[in-house]
């Protein structure tokens, strides 16, 4: 007990490495694969819907099992798939809170607080409790059944459940969804004074930017399960995509457009492309209304058709005029100008099937997900 | 005395395995509802069979199992000096089969509608597998574990075929009331029958109508809005 507080006082890491994808998700479906360290204090874990961020706090908490995967906390390996080391959940001693609170109906909010409490005596128990509960402003609810509660009570409860077992580390999943800015942030106060005296590492996931302003000391943005940046919320926001940019290497198409609507919901944004009358469809990036957005796509990921598709899931079809074609070994390049120039690699075959020449009338059919969003 | 008796044993024996099916049938349950393994859906077709096998196969088949010849039987035989089949234990062993889907069912759907984050969060806040069980899951899966009870109680306490076949008629040991019933309609005794009938249709009756007075959201016919 003396060697935990004395490493809890000067301030615990997590090591976290780990690739995990989906037991029978679809082929087209992204790995999560992310390497990274938390040193004490709150990291923002940010990106969009879909992003992987709640996949990977179920990994570091142990309710899923990565196949490669080298989880630290400190010197006391969490997972190791080298060594075949899994630490169970309940013995990682971890918080964790999930989205929803996830009180136990059948206990009071006192009941609550004290689960995690099972190994101290009733007196250090109780007073544990007591003080949790008035440091997170819910001491009046102590007896009150946990079905009753809702919304920020709810969460602040669930708050101090997760902390009362001292944790070593502090895993948040978009704890304050749904709650107003002014609840929010006297909750993450709440949640700062906590750890002032502990200075464990605390993973704070959100999608909303005004919190990622409001919170963070460092952030790590997540998109398709890759980490794209980190750094200090102005950079990392400000100036995103910078990874990306080795990453977005090797794109035959590199088109310029402007963000005309986000929706968040669905994780997607329309741009107009520079100099046409052209929407398309890309993936939610880190741009507002009117923002410039760069775009790159693989010219063997658009489809070629030689009539107007209908009933595709695909969600950009552009119609163009082939400008020339070209044929390499066994790829026929096609320049296709649909207001601006794309570059489309076909197989020969299909070259032959549709009986591609210069001058004829042809759709690009192009995946949202196929279009990547990329820094100037 | 003959209804007393018949009356007796019948409830004796629809206790001991309405008892039995619920400490059995919770870890098959709980089983059931967690694991991935991808034949479990053998084991759910094993625990369903006597919902769909006339009574009497089944009975054929404890019958040779636990009978004098059958394995069981002969083990039986040599631990205690007499057979199983015809006794009461055997009425027990055979009824826990033949009820065991009325307690497993409603024992899954209860386990398997419990919110997995409470269990991750219980187990996330450093609890045991079993401290989740008893703490958690049983709490939250009442309403199911009574449904449980009451179908197997009144499952066993109806029954005919496999009680005619493994314990056949023999009075205070094997000769339940539906049994009772049967025989006097054979020696055309109508109103001994009716006496019986009647006596098993009210305690049905109570049963059922005290459970669902206590808990609506108990298994039944009726929609509950």
Known sequence: MANQMTSSMTGSRLDVHLRYKRPGAAAESFELSVDFQLDAGITILFGPSGAGKSTLLDCVAGLLTPSVARIALDNDLLQDSDTQVFVRPERRRLAYLFQAPALFPHLTVEENVAFGLNHLHQESRDNTVRNLLEAFRVAPLANRKASQISGGEAQRIALARALAPSPRAVLLDEPLKGLDAELRSSIVDDLRAWNRARQVPILYVTHQRDEVDALGERVLALDRGLIVAEGAPHTVLDAPRKKRLAYAAGFENHLSAMVQDVREADGVMRARLAGTEADIEVPLGYATVGTRIHVAIRAGDILLAARKPEGLSARNILAGVIDSLEIHGPTVVCRVNAGAMFLVHVTRGAGRALELAAGQSVWLVIKTHSCHLVDD | ?225
């Open chain 2, 1 to 225: 005395m003959n209804i007393v008796e018949a009356l007796w044993l019948s409830i004796r024996l629809a206790v001991c395995v309405a008892v039995i099916l619920l400490l059995l049938g919770m870890p098959l349950a709980y089983w059931l509802a967690q694991t991935k393994w991808r034949g479990k859906f053998l084991v759910e077709s094993v625990v369903a069979l006597p919902l769909v096998l006339p009574p009497t196969v089944l009975g054929f088949y404890l019958l040779l199992v636990m009978g004098a010849n059958g394995p069981l039987g002969k083990l039986w035989t040599a631990w205690f000096g007499h057979t199983l089949a015809f006794t009461f234990t055997g009425l027990v062993l055979a009824s826990i089969l033949y009820s065991l889907p009325f307690a497993v069912q409603p024992l899954v759907v209860a386990f398997e509608s419990v919110d997995q984050r409470l269990l991750d969060a219980a187990a996330i806040l450093g609890a045991s597998r079993w401290r989740i069980f008893r703490q958690i899951l049983m709490p939250l899966s009442i309403p199911g574990i009574i449904t449980a009870v009451v179908l197997s109680f009144a499952h066993t306490l109806g029954e005919f075929g496999v009680v005619l076949m493994v314990g056949g008629n023999i009075p205070g040991i094997t000769r339940t009331v539906s049994i009772d019933i049967y025989d006097h309609v054979q020696s055309l005794d109508y109103a001994a029958a009716n006496r019986m009938a009647i006596a098993l249709l009210l305690i049905s009756f109570a049963v059922l109508s005290t459970i669902f007075a206590v808990n609506r959201r108990v298994w039944s016919p009726w929609p509950t809005k």
